[in-house]
């Protein structure tokens, strides 16, 4: 429009010239001037023409794009025990289970503590928390989320009577009081560094499992959750997810519309599905995957784990209780070297336990190999410099 309306602009001029021109009666450059012009405007129009035919293009080439985004994400689990996220014990149902069930609160790619079903947590001394929860929640059947599925919850991993991985989250909690539909106190046993950081255990309705056996009851293929994806069907070989039309976080928005888990029978039938494209996303820990499935045809992601092995100096040896001898010695390990050569593939050295992403690890604590260095450390040690 811009450039229309400049051709336009100009055209008057020009027309305005034109008159002028009239006016002195001078007929040949009336006609020259008269063909300028037309010729001019001629050009400006064949030029719009090329602009709405390429921002159409681009259009089309936009929209071309969008519609080849994939809105069914395929994802994978083999010896498939439950749904249930508190009673499996499967590492990738825990993981998938987190779009469908919600803890109260939950930690971002660095590892800080966010906000879930929790709107606010004050600790009111050293073993008491009063957590406000998150209003105008709904469960994936329109029911109301309150404080009575928070101490459901609770109670199931407290005294539940089955094995669940959350029980560590809770091994200090010894009472939950509802004070309110939105607010529950917890009391520990006894102080607990960070234990917010504990309440990452996902939440199920109380009134969902209402009359049930939560071990065995029928209820636990399709529990319901306040996540983004809710359960639509469920056989024996597949789980379909389908977004949550109740949702409340309306910040978030997922482009896959369906999530279909493929359940196997063993890994190396999950292998051989994700080799002959049934699947879409597979999450691995073992070190030699391209073993089973080769090492092309596929985006390959590494991320660090939170599972560390620790090896320090015993400072109660003389030698090692001083502080300069334990520095020159740390320059003189090449860690790289002992990693790769002891550990192989898939091991990184560390020098902090906090290191991997952690929103703590505010500087680069890394110590490189330098042997002369070191020996200088020791040199001035030993002159008391």
Known sequence: MKNSQKI?????EMIYSVKQVIKLGNNILKYIFMIIVIGCISFGIYKMSQNDKKEANETIDQTS????????????VCNFDTINPLLTNNRNVQEISKIIYEPLVTLSGDYKMQYCLADEIAKTDEVNYVIKLRKGVLWQDGTNFTSNDVKFTVDMIKNGGFNTVYANNLKNVVALEVIDETTVKMIL?????FFEYYLTFP???????????????????????????????????????????????????????????????????????FKNG????????????????????????????????????????????????????????????????CLGAGYVPSNFS????????????????????????????????
Do not use: C
Request: without cysteine; negative net charge.
């Open 278 to 341: 049934e699947i879409d996303v597979i999450d691995v820990k073992i070190e030699n995957v391209e073993d089973y499935i080769g090492s092309i045809g596929y985006k390959k992601i590494e991320y660090k784990s939170r599972n560390y092995d620790f090896l320090t100096f015993n400072t109660q040896n003389i030698l090692f209780s001083d502080a300069k001898v334990r520095k020159a010695i740390s320059k003189m390990i090449d860690k790289n070297n002992i990693v790769a050569s």
């Open 203 to 273: 939440i199920l309705s109380a009134k969902y499992y209402e009359g049930q056996d939560f071990k065995t009851t029928e209820k636990n293929a399709t529990p319901i959750g306040t996540g983004m994806f809710k359960i639509a069907t469920v056989d024996s070989n597949i789980i379909k997810l389908v977004k949550n039309d109740l949702y409340w976080d309306s910040s978030k928005s997922a482009m896959a519309k369906e999530v279909n888990i493929n359940l196997y029978g063993s890994a190396g039938e999950l292998y051989n599905a």
């Open 354 to 385: 906090l290191d991997m992403g952690n929103w703590l690890y505010t500087k680069d604590l890394s110590v490189q190999t330098n042997t002369e260095e070191a020996a200088q450390i020791l040199i001035r040690s030993r002159l008391g410099i």
């Open 65 to 76: 794009t969008v519609t080849t985004i994939q809105t069914d994400l395929r994802l994978a």
């Open 189 to 193: 046993s006894e102080p607990v560094d």
């Open 8 to 12: 336009l602009e100009t055209s008057h």
